[in-house]
């Protein structure tokens, strides 16, 4: 079950979670080697919360009503089979899977949650910062 109840308030968090993530990678100077070979406790910290934040935001994003879903181009397959993977790995995730979701996944999800906003004449604003 998702801690959202509608559609806009799981957008809304999506985009939040996201957002606030890449600004933290960006002010953090968070870099793919940092992510995936972890030196010090505060990378290892660090890639520990990214991959926590991109199970929420599957969880989300994999909550959101058929219609949101299929319109505004959330791959539901795509987004199940990342937050089942991260969900049950037991501490055996893959960092390059992760990383891709961040790099090449989070652009998409956040034009789609434009879109949805968009379609209801609303704005999103990052709520986090």
């Known amino acids: 079950m998702s801690a959202k109840a509608t559609d806009l308030a799981r957008v809304q968090e999506i985009f939040d979670l996201i957002t606030e993530t890449q600004g933290q990678i960006e002010r953090l100077g968070i870099t793919e080697e940092r992510f995936k070979g ?3 406790d505060a990378d290892r910290l660090f890639s520990e919360a990214i991959m926590n934040r991109v199970l ?3 969880k ?3 909550s959101l009503s058929d219609e949101a879903l299929a319109y ?3 791959e539901r397959r795509s987004i199940k089979g990342v ?3 991260l969900a049950r790995a037991y501490g055996d995730v893959d960092a390059d899977i992760v990383w891709d979701v961040v790099e090449e ?3 998409k999800l956040l034009q789609g949650c434009h879109a949805y906003c968009d379609e209801l004449g ?4 990052a709520t986090r910062f």
């Open 38 to 40: 972890p030196v010090t």
């Open 56 to 58: 929420r935001i599957t």
């Open 60 to 62: 989300e994003a994999g």
């Open 72 to 74: 505004y181009d959330f």
């Open 83 to 85: 937050r089942n993977r």
């Open 105 to 107: 996944d989070f652009p």
């Open 122 to 125: 609303l704005e999103l604003e």
